[in-house]
């Protein structure tokens, strides 16, 4: 049987890292664009150098990493910047990630999710099937993200406004997990879909 490669996505801060290490307690591997995103922006990269020639040595912190709430504070104010900063990574994060997921296929894995925030924003969602969405409202999602981020109402309402609306997200869903509640509901809705994917 060929593996089941699985796109999971969802709004900011709807528990999509919750729900991807729920399924790799079940044995799924999981591929995880967010990890890959700072990777491809470590120091010495060709993503880092991209950014800093774009927005300048200010987005850097004085050890030369990124500094990701400076670089933040700009994309999310200017929809042209974070344009900009979209055309200058996600190019290299989708090259990363397919080398991981070849990895993960040549591994014999037998299912493998690839979790991604900005799946269907990226035009990626085609390659995977089934794709579950996390959803949560959008009062949590914000207290989640403030909370998270150390962010305001509005800053986390901008951010949350940058994405594909979740409601869209889950019109274009194979299944989804409403992770608003507890983490034992979470768990026992992971559960439930992991029988529907070991089917």
């Known amino acids: 049987m060929p593996p089941l490669l699985i796109g999971l996505t969802g709004g900011i801060a709807a528990g999509k890292s919750t729900v ?14 967010d990890e890959v995103a700072r990777e491809v922006v470590m120091p010495g990269s060709v993503g880092l150098a991209r950014i800093v020639e774009a927005f300048g040595s200010g987005v850097l912190r ?8 400076s670089l ?8 042209e910047a974070r344009r900009t900063l ?3 990574t996600h190019p290299l994060i989708a090259a990363q990630s397919q080398l991981r997921l070849a990895e993960a296929l040549e591994s014999g894995a037998p299912l493998i999710v690839y979790d991604a925030a900005l799946l269907f924003e990226s035009g990626r969602a085609d390659h995977f099937r089934p794709v579950v969405v996390v959803t949560v409202n959008v009062d949590v999602q914000r207290a989640r993200l403030m909370a998270r981020d150390g962010l305001t109402a509005e800053q986390a309402q901008s951010r949350i406004d940058a994405q594909m609306p979740l409601g869209e997200k889950v019109k274009r869903a194979d299944h989804v997990i409403d992770n608003g509640g507890s983490l034992e509901e979470t768990r026992a809705r992971v559960d439930a879909l992991w029988q529907i994917l070991r089917l």
Request: zero cysteines.
């Open 62 to 69: 004085p050890d030369g990493t990124l500094d990701r709430a």
């Open 20 to 33: 991807s290490g729920l399924l790799k307690e079940r044995g799924a591997h999981v591929v995880d664009a």
């Open 86 to 88: 979209e055309q200058l």
């Open 72 to 79: 933040g504070a700009v994309v999310f104010a200017d929809v």
